[in-house]
């Protein structure tokens, strides 16, 4: 089996790529800062704790037709907060497949 020569690379490019992760990074770091204060913001307002904010938001997450059925009561019996706290999936599919929502 041929081996495939190992890259090696310059001075310069690793630089540039470290100031590109660090940049990453940061912009990262305000994003989180940012979502966390909106949710202060959202729990402050409605007089809810954070938590239940969080938990709500998490609804972002799922598949339009899932919110829909959730909104009109259609859901799954299985289909709760406590489902919910679990995680979602990143999938369409795979949201759709967990909660009972397969064709």
């Known amino acids: 089996m041929e081996r495939i020569p190992r890259r090696t690379f310059t001075a ?5 790529a470290i100031k590109l992760v660090a940049e990453q990074n ?28 969080s938990e709500v938001m998490r609804m972002t997450y799922l598949v339009p037709d ?10 799954p019996r299985h ?10 999936p990143a999938g369409w599919r795979e949201k759709r497949v967990v909660f009972g929502f397969t064709c």
């Open 26 to 53: 940061r912009t990262e770091q305000k994003r989180a800062h940012a979502e966390v204060s909106r949710k202060l913001d959202i729990a402050n307002r409605f007089k809810v704790d954070l938590g239940c904010v």
């Open 66 to 75: 899932i919110v829909e059925a959730i909104l009109q009561g259609l859901q």
């Open 79 to 88: 289909l709760n907060l406590q489902a919910l706290r679990r995680g979602v």
């Open 12 to 16: 310069e490019f690793k630089a540039e």
